[in-house]
């Protein structure tokens, strides 16, 4: 059966190819494919992966990071903190303008924060810019942002795609049902949900000329055709998320692999606002139950290394001393005990189809592991805008989830561990110690003590178990070998999409 299904979404994957396209009309379009689409075209809103890999290309924030994860200029070429921290001045760039036309200045800076930082936008990241108390615009290139406090993550946090800056209008209006108006290397031309999209190149990108005259991006749900695709040489670049599929193309002579760690992190989120798992020993039972290692190998073939919550490098090799990060069901079951729940309870479990790829496998893994210790799991595997839906709501008792990570920790988690955090809700639980640390971290300028902070911040959310952390993994892209200048980041980020060449065969 998995094999016939299998030949249908080929076929309809051929098919797709075979449609006449903008790149048919211009042999330096850029074929891309992958198997999710966005699910919005609100920078400020969306918290998918395959939304900000569309967006990212159409919209951009005051600075953003490189491949190496330094904060380098964007649309601000020049930024300076006062003396105590509590300024921070951008000097933004001349001639800066939206693909309708219109020039950038100071204006639309505030009307974007304006926006991102009224409760009634539901900005995912708003969090993160809430020590932003007041905004000044002495000219039209110049932004003061005033903050309550000293901020040293934010900078960091401003390099988001949910920080991207939109014309005042659009800010103030908040219509991005149907059409996109950045600044970036991309304008989007058409899109048709969950079939291709079409972006032309920005003549007036302040980049400079992008390598292609666009990127047509289709939708193949399966990847396995993806790959197909791409050894068949009908498409030029694809984006794979499923390591099951990725890895089949090692050492491939036909199609370039690009793979590269990411700080994004797989984990399974326990709505501590619910019983059971309002209980502290409930929560470590299932820590303590859980084999991560045996979930990494078994979702995505070992692709990847069991991860505490800090995923930065810096963190690298920390995760083997957290609480119970080496399974022992005797602990798990005594756990049990304690709580008076030897007999076990059902939990539901909510799971992504597409996003990540390995979800199912994931939530399957697990259901057997707590099954040791008296857990029924019911999966529901749900669509992903669907699954976004309930996240967001936090109606579930726990989801497998793919999360983003960030350069800071505290740029990370602040909009869960924080009670007035966009995602506490979602979070489903929050404590005194995680407040205090994460304020801690927030203004604590000295590396090594910040270091400390967040050292027992990992230890704490490892004890008290609100999610149970599983692995981090790769992040995964093809391309044929005539497709040149792309840069994978760590990020997951498909930016340098806007440097790529194409010295396509002259048969091509």
Request: glycine fraction near 6%; hydrophobic fraction near 40%; include cysteine.
């Amino acid at each position: 059966m998995k094999k016939a299904v299998r030949i249908l979404f080929l076929i309809a994957a051929l098919m797709l190819v075979a449609l006449p396209t903008l790149a048919q009309d211009n042999k330096n379009v850029l074929i891309m494919a992958r198997a999710t689409d966005a699910t919005g075209l609100d920078p400020h809103t969306q918290t998918a992966f395959a939304s900000f890999r569309l967006l990212e290309l159409i919209y951009e924030p005051l600075v953003q990071l490189d491949a190496n994860l330094n904060v380098i200029p964007a649309l601000a070429e020049k930024w300076s903190f006062s003396s105590d921290g509590l300024t921070l001045t951008f000097n933004l760039r001349h001639g800066v303008k939206f693909h309708d036309g219109a020039e950038m200045t100071s204006k639309d800076v505030i009307a974007t924060f304006t926006r991102i930082l009224d409760p009634a936008t539901k900005a995912a990241a708003a969090s993160n810019y809430a020590s932003i108390s007041k905004m000044d615009a002495p000219d039209d290139y110049t932004v003061v942002f005033t903050l309550s406090q000293p901020d040293v993550p934010l900078l960091t946090a401003l390099t988001s795609t949910n920080a991207a800056i939109v014309p005042a209008a659009l800010a103030k209006s908040g219509d991005f049902k149907s059409s996109a108006d950045g600044t970036g290397p991309f304008k989007l031309t058409s899109w048709t949900p969950d079939q291709t999209t079409e972006l032309a190149s920005n003549p007036d990108w302040w980049g400079g000329k992008t390598g292609v005259d666009g990127i047509e991006i289709r939708i193949i749900p399966d990847e396995t055709s993806i790959v197909a695709a791409l050894r068949a040489g009908t498409i030029d670049f694809a984006q794979l998320n499923d390591p099951l599929v990725a890895t089949q193309l090692e050492g491939d002579k036909t199609v370039q692999l690009n793979k590269v760690a990411t700080l994004s992190y797989n984990v399974l989120q326990l709505n501590a606002a619910n019983a059971p798992l309002d209980k502290l020993e409930v929560r470590q039972a299932i820590s303590c139950a859980i084999d991560r290692q045996q979930v990494l190998d078994t979702a995505a073939l070992g692709e990847g290394v069991v991860t505490g919550p800090m995923t930065q490098p810096s963190f690298d090799g920390t995760a083997s001393s957290l609480f119970c990060y080496t399974r022992d069901l005797d602990k798990a079951k005594a756990l049990m005990a304690q709580a008076g729940m030897s007999a076990g309870f059902t939990l539901k479990m909510i799971a992504a189809n597409s996003e990540p790829p390995t979800a199912l496998s994931e939530a399957q893994n697990i259901q057997a592991q707590l099954a040791d210790i008296n857990i029924t799991v019911q999966i529901e595997s749900l669509e992903l805008n669907v699954y976004v839906d309930r996240w967001l709501k936090a109606d579930f008792d726990s989801a497998v989830a793919l999360n983003g990570g960030s350069p800071d920790p505290y740029t990370t988690y602040n909009r869960y561990w924080l009670k007035e955090g966009r995602f506490a809700t979602v979070a489903g639980y929050g404590d005194d110690t995680l407040e205090k640390l994460m304020q801690q971290g927030r203004a604590e300028t000295d590396p090594t003590k910040r270091m400390d902070i967040f050292t027992q911040l990992q230890q704490h959310l490892a004890e008290v178990s609100p999610w149970i952390w599983l692995y981090k993994g790769y992040d995964y892209t093809a391309q044929q070998p005539y497709v040149t200048g792309f840069v994978p980041y760590p990020t997951d980020s498909l930016i340098s999409l806007a440097t790529v060449k194409l010295n396509r065969p002259a048969s091509s």
